[in-house]
Nanobody, 120 residues
Framework: QVQLVESGGGLVQSGGSLRLSCASSGRIFSMNAMGWYRQAPGKQRELVASITRSSGKIYADSVKGRFIIFRDNAKSTAYLQMNNLKPEDTAVYYC??????????????WGQGTQVTVSS
C-alpha cells in the first residue's frame, strides 16, 4: 500500500519561508510525477507545482519565482521550498503522486494535507 506523508507546514509571517516534504512509502515500481496542490477555504484545489521523474517542472503562475519543487528519487521524497510567502498562499497543501505502478496496478495517490498559514 502506498502512503504519502507530508510535513513542514505551519504559521509564518508574510515574506517568510517554509519547506514542505512528502515522503512516499510502499512497494512502488515506478512513479511518473510528484506534485503539490493546495486548497484554500471556499476555493477549488489547484496545482502549485509538479516534477516528473526526469525532473521536468511545472509551476502555477502565482508561485513562479518564489517556490521551488525538487525531489530525491533515492528517498522517494519530494520537497516544496516556499519563499517570500504571501497571505494568499494560505491553504492546505496536498502532496500528489501521479501514475504510480505497484503490484496492484496503476493509480494516483494523495497525502493527508498540511496547513500553511501566512500572516500579514
Amino acid at each position: 500500500q502506498v502512503q504519502l506523508v507530508e510535513s513542514g507546514g505551519g504559521l509564518v509571517q508574510s515574506g517568510g519561508s517554509l519547506r514542505l516534504s512528502c515522503a512516499s512509502s510502499g512497494r512502488i515500481f515506478s512513479m511518473n510525477a510528484m506534485g503539490w496542490y493546495r486548497q484554500a477555504p471556499g476555493k477549488q484545489r489547484e496545482l502549485v507545482a509538479s516534477i516528473t521523474r526526469s525532473s521536468g517542472k511545472i509551476y502555477a503562475d502565482s508561485v513562479k519565482g518564489r517556490f521551488i519543487i525538487f525531489r530525491d528519487n533515492a528517498k522517494s521524497t519530494a520537497y516544496l521550498q516556499m519563499n517570500n510567502l504571501k497571505p494568499e498562499d494560505t491553504a492546505v497543501y496536498y502532496c500528489n503522486a501521479e501514475k504510480v505502478w505497484t503490484q496492484d496496478g496503476l493509480s494516483d495517490y494523495w497525502g493527508q494535507g498540511t496547513q500553511v498559514t501566512v500572516s500579514s
